[in-house]
């Protein structure tokens, strides 16, 4: 099995406020977001070709993201 970082936060307690630049916001995912996160995924990781369909079975379908 590949070695794979993985990022948990127990609670949600002490969290540090958030400031975003002007223009910005933040929110969670939304029905339809599926193909952009696709479109980030591909230009961030080694992997190419994710789909809309793919990045929502195998992210966005998980448990643990949402």
């Not at 590949?2 to 002490?14: A, G, I, T």
């Not at 952009?36 to 369909?53: L, N, P, S, Y």
Request: some cysteine; overall charge positive; glycine content about 4%.
């Amino acid at each position: 099995m590949e070695d794979q970082l993985r990022m948990v936060r127990h609670d949600l307690d002490k969290l540090p406020s958030l400031q975003c630049p002007d223009g910005y916001r933040i929110r969670t995912y939304q029905n339809g977001d599926a193909a952009h996160w696709a479109r980030i995924m591909d230009r961030a990781f080694v992997d190419k070709g994710r789909t809309a369909q793919d990045t929502y079975a195998n992210v966005i379908n998980q448990p643990n993201c949402r």
